[in-house]
């Protein structure tokens, strides 16, 4: 069974600060994707990476796959309160299976 | 394209009550999903169906059932309802080639007496 360790669990920040939102297994997985969710509403698919070492920007949202595939982390440069809401990492296998981590409740205050 | 709806949007069953969630997806995967989310545990997979006609079970099976009627539909069915599944439930869709990417619908949030 993949596990997949996201932290941290709640991230409660001032706007205009950073923050750094990371995921870690002992799998290797084939790609992995972030999701945002907001209440009320299904995940909505952020970005996917897939090669290791690979670093993707989203306007002030960068996200990074580590060298061997087991980690990846999300950086946000100067949060703004509509950053706020639930943010999961997802590790996918070849065969199409998610394993999610436990997601990171982000609160931005103005 | 509707993308993945869901019905219905929120339920209140009675312990030992039946019931059936939907799911239909509009953009032609292969691939569905069922998951559920409670606080402090990301989602879980109850149950999936890699394609037309076929269905397996997922890392929370137990008390739940599927029926993938078409490549459009998959739906996911509670026997005998328990206050252990009340949660907020999740149909995924996949297109399955290539990178790896799951579209989600707005979720069914039951609540179980």
């Known amino acids: 069974t993949q596990l997949l360790e996201q932290s941290p669990q709640f991230l409660s920040i001032q706007e205009g600060e950073n923050l750094t939102v990371y995921c870690n297994s002992s799998?290797?997985?084939?790609?992995l994707q972030w999701y945002r969710q907001e209440p009320g509403e299904g995940p909505v698919l952020l970005v996917t990476?897939?090669?290791?070492?690979e670093v993707k920007k989203l306007k002030r949202l960068t996200f990074q796959f580590g060298d061997a595939r087991k980690d990846s982390s999300l950086h946000i440069t100067a949060a703004q309160p509509g950053d706020t809401g639930l943010y999961l990492c997802?590790?996918?296998?070849?065969?199409?299976?998610?394993?999610f981590g436990q997601g990171t409740i982000l609160t931005v205050h103005p | 394209n509707a993308g993945v709806t869901q019905t219905p949007k929120f339920q209140v069953l009675k312990t030992g009550q039946s019931m059936t969630l939907q799911c239909a997806q509009d953009?032609?995967?292969?691939?569905m999903y069922w998951y559920r989310q409670d606080p402090g545990m990301g989602l879980r997979l109850i149950y999936y169906?890699?394609?037309?006609?076929?269905?397996d079970k997922g890392e929370v099976p137990n008390g739940y059932n599927v029926s993938r009627l078409n490549k459009r539909e998959f739906s996911l069915r509670l026997e005998s309802a328990a206050p252990s599944q009340t949660s907020v439930y999740f149909c995924?869709?996949?297109?399955?080639?290539?990178?790896?990417?799951?579209?989600f619908g707005p979720g069914t949030r039951l609540t179980v007496t």
């Open positions: 997802a590790g996918a296998n070849s065969y199409g299976k998610l394993t």
């Open positions: 799998s290797v997985f084939s790609s």
């Open positions: 990476v897939v090669t290791g070492g």
């Open positions: 953009m032609n995967h292969n691939s």
């Open positions: 169906s890699a394609s037309e006609g076929t269905t």
């Open positions: 995924a869709s996949l297109y399955g080639t290539g990178v790896i990417e799951q579209y």
